[in-house]
């Protein structure tokens, strides 16, 4: 099994950052996808990021020129830079990794979640 253990979650006012961590562990893989989900009450899972072997940056539409996914390989850590944070990104985030290039799909593995609140 993979544990996938987040930070960096809070509240913020509209304008402000904040830059969630999501680390790997437990079983040897080869991960290939790592990226972050959202959901909001009453609205379906979003991917917000992915960032894929190769190089490869996926962004949700609604956060393109604000947040920044990168990874550690080394430490099998992801990364999401939220920068001008707006109230609509208030959300459980949820990292999510996977051993091939598609992510949310059954083989891949969640994080607990971490709260993102974002006041105007």
């Known amino acids: 099994q993979v544990q996938l253990v987040e930070s960096g979650g809070g509240s913020v006012q509209a304008g402000g950052s904040l830059r969630l961590s999501c680390a790997a562990s437990?079983?040897?893989?080869?991960?290939?996808?790592m990226g972050w989900y959202r959901r909001t009450p009453g609205k379906q899972r979003e991917l917000v990021a992915g960032i894929f072997s190769g190089g490869t940056i996926k962004y949700a539409d609604s956060v393109k020129g604000r947040f920044t996914i990168s990874r550690d390989n080394a430490k099998n850590t992801v990364y999401l830079q939220m920068n001008s944070l707006k109230f609509e990104d208030t959300a459980v985030y949820y990292c999510n990794v996977a051993s091939v290039p598609v992510l949310g799909g059954a083989p891949s593995y969640w994080g607990q979640g971490t709260q993102v609140t974002v006041s105007s």
């Open positions: 437990g079983s040897r893989f080869s991960i290939n996808a």
